[in-house]
């Protein structure tokens, strides 16, 4: 990278996509489909006793979006990324 340091993953998968195209690194998994499943995990680990069922329920079902997806997509390939 030229002596460059790039902390950021987002420029670092753009940097190889640039500068190394093939195989691409893009995945055609859609980013939402992730964001929301770390936030409701780390709200379930945070939850208050009074608190954790709820947030129990919205992890699983974050988690049953990602399982829904992955089957859906499990014949495309052998991998997610292509």
């Given at each position: 990278?030229?002596?460059?340091?790039?902390?950021?993953?987002?420029?670092?998968?753009?940097?190889?996509?640039?500068?190394?195209?093939?195989?691409s690194?893009?995945?055609?998994?859609?980013p939402?489909?992730?964001?929301?499943?770390?936030?409701?995990?780390?709200?379930?680990?945070?939850?208050?006793?009074?608190?954790?069922?709820?947030?129990?329920?919205?992890?699983?079902?974050?988690?049953?979006?990602?399982?829904?997806?992955?089957?859906?997509?499990?014949?495309?390939?052998e991998?997610?990324?292509?």
């Amino acid at each position: 990278m030229d002596g460059r340091w790039i902390p950021d993953s987002d420029a670092i998968l753009a940097y190889l996509e640039e500068t190394h195209p093939e195989p691409s690194l893009k995945s055609d998994v859609p980013p939402e489909l992730g964001a929301a499943l770390f936030g409701s995990f780390r709200g379930f680990l945070n939850s208050k006793p009074e608190e954790t069922a709820a947030k129990e329920a919205e992890f699983e079902a974050e988690l049953k979006k990602v399982d829904d997806y992955l089957q859906a997509h499990v014949s495309e390939g052998e991998d997610l990324c292509g």
